[in-house]
């Protein structure tokens, strides 16, 4: 994911280059690579230095919850005006500041404000996603109308647009199928690599999920109107058509064959040799055993003094619910350091197992969360 936005905001500066050479008619190839390299370690850098001031707010200055849910959405508004007021990337600084905040956010957000705060920026992004295909929904009457002026008629803007996705598509299977390549051929010198081959199987299936969406969207709607000397932007209800055309097509055709693909290829994953079940079995089973070690080897005498830890022993041993009417204070900072360690392990472990699923320890790391929230009311 991460490197999925990186790549968003790297095309997105890619983008406004081209804005600007179609802008002001010119393009200097030295210039613009000094700029962009400026953009790329400022961008990164603004958003690096912020997001660790935003770490320290959130840690040593009294919030809760709703104010570390609001902190959380003031810092993307603030990192991006701080970086494009010093002439870098606000996209690249955005990505930068949500990747720091986000790999560290369980050091300095309590369970509580991380539960509200996943609440909020879930909605939130369902939200600015349905919003965004709502503008282009909107905006299509007067593009056909400007379409229709420009001498260019629906049925060209459809070509034009299917030609593109055609495009696109082959392309991104071309770049696949050249990735690979190069990959078996760096493989041989180097120790540690995967010795595996993906076959033409593979390579076809990640060329064909290149499906297109809301940053496409995002990045034609941000075209202007007109330039600077005040004629209109060339093309643009064209540009905006065959955009539309292209997320069109590519969610509807390559989204609903996917699947099936999927399905007709039998491709095994190299990365995850056991299902999805089997892995959570196993990381829940790994994680209750050491928790059980970890409360054996530091509280063995308040486990079997006190019979809610006790039943969190069994519990972990033999999948025993526990009882919430025989909490007491001891009882909860004994469990409370517990989920703090196992939040600890669950961390340590993706960062050293690079072929554990991530999604399976946020939610892990999710449930732990559920369980400190739950000692509150117990």
């Known amino acids: 994911e991460g490197e999925s936005l990186l790549n968003d905001a790297s095309s997105l500066i890619i983008f406004r280059f081209a804005l600007i050479a179609v802008a002001t008619g010119q393009f200097v190839w030295y210039k613009a690579a000094l700029d962009f390299s400026w953009m790329l370690v400022g961008g990164i850098g603004t958003g690096i230095f912020i997001g660790y001031i935003f770490m320290k707010m959130h840690k040593n200055l009294p919030t809760d919850a709703n104010i570390d849910t609001i902190l959380s959405l003031i810092a993307p508004y603030l990192v991006y005006i701080a970086a494009e007021e010093v002439g870098s990337s606000g996209v690249l600084a955005v990505v930068s500041c949500g990747l720091l905040l986000s790999n560290n956010r369980h050091r300095f957000l309590s369970s509580s404000s991380r539960l509200r705060g996943l609440n909020v920026w879930d909605s939130l992004s369902f939200l600015i996603n349905g919003l965004v295909f709502m503008l282009i929904g909107l905006d299509l009457p007067e593009i056909r109308q400007g379409l229709e002026k420009e001498g260019t008629s629906l049925e060209m803007a459809i070509g034009y647009g299917l030609i593109v996705t055609a495009v696109l598509v082959l392309s991104r299977i071309l770049s696949m199928f050249c990735a690979v390549g190069v990959t078996l051929v760096a493989r041989n010198y180097i120790a540690v690599a995967d010795k595996s081959n993906p076959g033409i199987k593979g390579p076809f ?50 989204g609903l064959t996917l699947p099936w693909l999927l399905r007709r290829f039998h491709l095994p994953d190299p990365d995850h040799l056991v299902s999805s079940e089997e892995e959570d079995a196993v990381l829940k089973r790994e994680l209750s055993q050491f928790s059980l070690g970890y409360l054996k080897s530091n509280y063995p005498e308040e486990m079997y003094a006190q019979p809610i830890l ?39 472990k993706n960062n050293s197992n690079l072929l554990l699923d991530e999604e399976l320890v946020r939610h892990h790391l999710h449930r732990i969360d559920l369980e400190e929230e739950k000692m509150k009311y117990v």
């Open 310 to 348: 006790r039943q969190m022993a069994m519990k972990w041993e033999a999948s025993v619910g526990d009882n919430p009417e025989n909490w007491n204070a001891q009882c909860s900072l004994v469990y409370k350091e517990i989920l703090d360690v196992q939040r600890q392990w669950l961390l340590d």
């Open 205 to 254: 299936v990640l060329g064909w999920a290149g499906m297109r969406g809301v940053v496409s969207l995002a990045a034609a709607l941000s075209i202007p109107i007109q330039l600077g000397n005040g004629a209109g932007f060339p093309h643009r209800n064209l540009i905006l058509f065959i955009t539309f055309v292209v997320i069109l097509v590519t969610l509807v055709v390559q």
